[in-house]
């Protein structure tokens, strides 16, 4: 099985073509941008179990009353019950059973809403944090395995957010598994293909200093707006990385743009 994985995936490098065959924005902006992902990340003997995007903002010198961020929250929720089908130009009001937590302190309004499903679930919060420059921040995660209502709710969340022009970041990652132990090789070899599929060139890399078992490969694609500089002016934006699981005798693979922003 593991020589045909990595006979597999050797054929893969050679066939991959590294051409640029869409432009920064039409990604960001694309409705079914985690389904083309997706599909450049398919590879023999991985599967994926989990799918997770954060889109965030800042606002500067924003003050903004308790009023005017619950009729925010309550636009948001609304455009994520949109459902696949809806137009941009659906007028339709569409019910939603997210849930809505209101804290109000000295300093700052935040009201925090979700919804979950058995396949997905998405987490919005709008902060107004109240001190010198009162300023908005703005957070949304969705996660789940439900690649085409994931695709729904970000292309909402990003319109919803554009409406109130948000500048806004977004991470994206891929969490999958791989039965057995996986050598220095073959994480190398897996990495390399999914480098190859979204035209990016290797930075840097990662090991843990205790148990060795948790490695990760970075890389920069000129397809992912944002990105951290390392290394002085080193841009990096993507990240493959592997950790085994002794107990379950399995190795978690994460793929993320531009960082896995939890505990691996």
Not at 25 to 40: C, G, H, I, R, S
Not at 183 to 200: G, L, R, T
Not at 236 to 260: R, S
Request: net charge negative; with cysteine; hydrophobic share 35%.
């Amino acid at each position: 099985m593991r020589k045909k994985v990595i006979a597999i995936i050797l054929s893969t490098l050679v066939i991959l073509s590294a051409s640029y065959l869409f432009a920064l924005e039409v990604y960001d902006t694309m409705p079914n941008k985690l389904e083309k992902f997706q599909a450049k990340l398919l590879l023999e003997g991985i599967t994926y179990d989990e799918i997770g995007v954060q889109l965030t903002g800042i606002q500067y010198d924003m003050p903004e009353t308790i009023d005017t961020l619950t009729k925010m929250n309550e636009e948001m929720n609304v455009a994520l019950a949109h459902e696949e089908g809806c137009s941009k130009l659906c007028q339709i009001s569409h019910a939603h059973l997210a849930n809505t937590n209101i804290i109000q302190g000295n300093q700052f309004i935040e009201i925090d809403s979700n919804q979950n499903n058995e396949t997905w679930e998405y987490a919005f919060s709008l902060k107004n944090q109240k001190d010198i420059h009162d300023n908005m921040f703005y957070s949304l995660n969705m996660t789940g395995k439900d690649i085409q209502k994931l695709d729904t709710l970000r292309a909402r969340g990003r319109e919803q957010l554009e409406d109130w022009n948000v500048e806004i970041s977004e991470s994206i990652y891929f969490k999958g598994m791989i039965e057995g132990p996986v050598s220095k090789e073959e994480e190398w070899q897996i990495a390399s293909v999914f480098f190859n599929q979204f035209n990016a060139e290797s930075t840097n890399y990662y090991e843990d200093d205790l148990m060795a078992s948790t490695c990760v490969y970075y890389a920069h694609t000129p397809w992912i707006k944002e990105y951290v500089k390392e290394n002085g002016n080193e841009r990096t934006n993507m990240q493959v990385g592997f950790k085994y699981n002794d107990e379950l005798n399995q190795t978690e693979i994460i793929i993320a743009f531009p960082f896995y922003n939890m505990p691996f």
